[in-house]
């Protein structure tokens, strides 16, 4: 079974600290995406890298930046943590998808709270 | 991506089948029809997809119509663990390598 493990189910940070959130998956896929969660608005692709050191913006990017430095980890990391970034943070990989037929996997996410 | 359209709510008994239906009257003839779940306090989960046959897998089976503008999720024999929200999203060829867009999906309930 494909397995993503984000690093911390629950985190509490402070407004204005520096916030890295881990994400580690082991199938091999070349996909990793970084998604926030709110109620009334779904999910929201924050980024996502289809290569080592490859990253793509998504939808809402502002405010985040990513690091995939090896294929099997993708960190998210809040440079200056806000309390509009509260939020559950979810971590997906999959192969890579040119027919639209690849599933992402996600992790069971970290609820972040800012302070 | 094309829309769906899905009941915004389902009640089921324990161990009795399930079936989830999803309408996608303008799907285009390379896109996916994918499910995924979401219990709650937890991450989305892969269910299936599927292109024009039925799928089946361990979790559930997938039945597209013939015309492929509706789908339905059929779990055999619902257990309190599958309550959750699940949502119908459809993939095309050549789509964004990312950007799964969730609609508001329907809410299973499954009374003991």
């Known amino acids: 079974d494909v397995k993503v493990t984000q690093s911390s189910r629950y985190l509490v940070k402070r407004t204005g600290e520096k916030v890295f959130l881990e994400c580690v998956q082991d199938m091999d896929h070349e996909n990793m995406f970084w998604y926030r969660q709110d109620p009334g608005l779904g999910l929201r692709l924050i980024y996502f890298?289809?290569?080592?050191?490859?990253?793509e913006k998504g939808d809402i990017p502002e405010g985040y930046s990513v690091s995939r430095e090896k294929k099997e980890r993708f960190s998210l990391i809040l440079e200056s943590a806000s309390t509009n970034q509260t939020s559950m943070y979810l971590c997906a990989s999959s192969h890579l998808n040119q027919r639209g037929n690849q599933p992402q996997h996600f992790g069971d996410g970290t609820r972040l709270s800012i302070l | 991506d094309a829309k769906t359209t899905q009941p915004n709510s389902m009640e089921s008994n324990e161990e009795e089948p399930v079936h989830l239906p999803c309408n996608h009257s303008t799907i285009s003839g390379t896109d996916y029809i994918h499910w995924y779940r979401q219990l709650p306090s937890q991450g989305p989960e892969y269910v299936i997809h599927g292109l024009t046959s039925n799928v089946n897998n361990r979790m559930a089976s997938l039945a597209i119509a013939e015309d492929r503008k509706s789908s339905t999720l059929i779990l055999h024999r619902a257990t309190l663990r599958d309550a959750a929200v699940y949502y119908c999203?459809?993939?095309?060829?050549?789509?964004?390598?990312?950007?799964?867009?969730f609609g508001k999906g329907t809410k299973l309930s499954v009374k003991p």
């Open positions: 999203i459809l993939r095309g060829y050549g789509g964004s390598q990312g950007n799964l867009i």
């Open positions: 890298s289809y290569d080592v050191k490859m990253k």
